[in-house]
């Protein structure tokens, strides 16, 4: 979703995160209702394939010299 999200909105990475860290940890809370339990490492499990996702994309705009689209 990270790399995804950068593709589409390049100039808004800091809005992306967050966005992207409460919707990691909504759905870590609502695992709870279906059985499943919840993990705030599963949260950091996400946030940290977010922030490689976002890290990616970044040096591939580098190496690009632009937005990839």
Do not use: H, K
């Amino acid at each position: 979703m990270s790399a995804l999200g950068s593709l589409g909105w390049p100039q808004q990475v800091v809005r992306l995160a967050v966005l992207l860290a409460f919707t990691g940890a909504a759905i870590e809370i609502l695992q709870s209702v279906t059985g499943r339990d919840m993990s705030v490492f599963d949260w950091f499990a996400d946030c940290a394939g977010m922030a490689y996702g976002l890290r990616t994309m970044s040096w591939v705009n580098e190496i690009l010299g632009e937005p990839v689209i």
